[in-house]
Nanobody
Framework: QVQLVESGGGLVQAGGSLRLSCAAS????????MGWFRQAPGKEREFVAS????????YYADSVKGRCTISRDNAVNTVYLQMNSLKPQDTARYFC????????????????WGQGTQVTVSS
């Protein structure tokens, strides 16, 4: 089992930036593909970004491409999501997830989820 804890969310003005962190415990996540998802009130959860086990491959939703960067530091068992040029439509609860699926990338499903961190972007 792995426990995932997100942090770094908050209230920011449109055009601002936030860096989300996802700290894993219980075991190493170096063998997991990792992803970020988000869910706005009244909407389904949607994919944001994913990163391969080594960090060599990344994949982004079109809605955040060019504005967000996913990264990981396996030495400290943490994944990050740098979000720039934030828009009000980015307001959502952001979740980190881990997938044991090696191939394909991005993985079609994730096995472990965090509780999320709230991001609110004011206009």
């Amino acid at each position: 089992q792995v426990q995932l804890v997100e942090s770094g969310g908050g209230l920011v003005q449109a055009g601002g930036s936030l860096r989300l962190s996802c700290a894993a415990s219980g075991r190493t996540i170096s063998s997991d593909a990792m992803g970020w998802f988000r869910q706005a009130p009244g909407k389904e959860r949607e994919f944001v970004a994913s990163i391969s086990r080594s960090g060599g491959s990344t994949y982004y939703a079109d809605s955040v491409k060019g504005r967000c960067t996913i990264s990981r530091d396996n030495a400290v068992n943490t994944v990050y999501l740098q979000m720039n040029s934030l828009k009000p439509q980015d307001t959502a609860r952001y979740f980190c997830a881990a997938s044991r699926i090696v191939y394909p990338f991005p993985p079609p499903s994730y096995d472990f989820w965090g509780q999320g961190t709230q991001v609110t972007v004011s206009s």
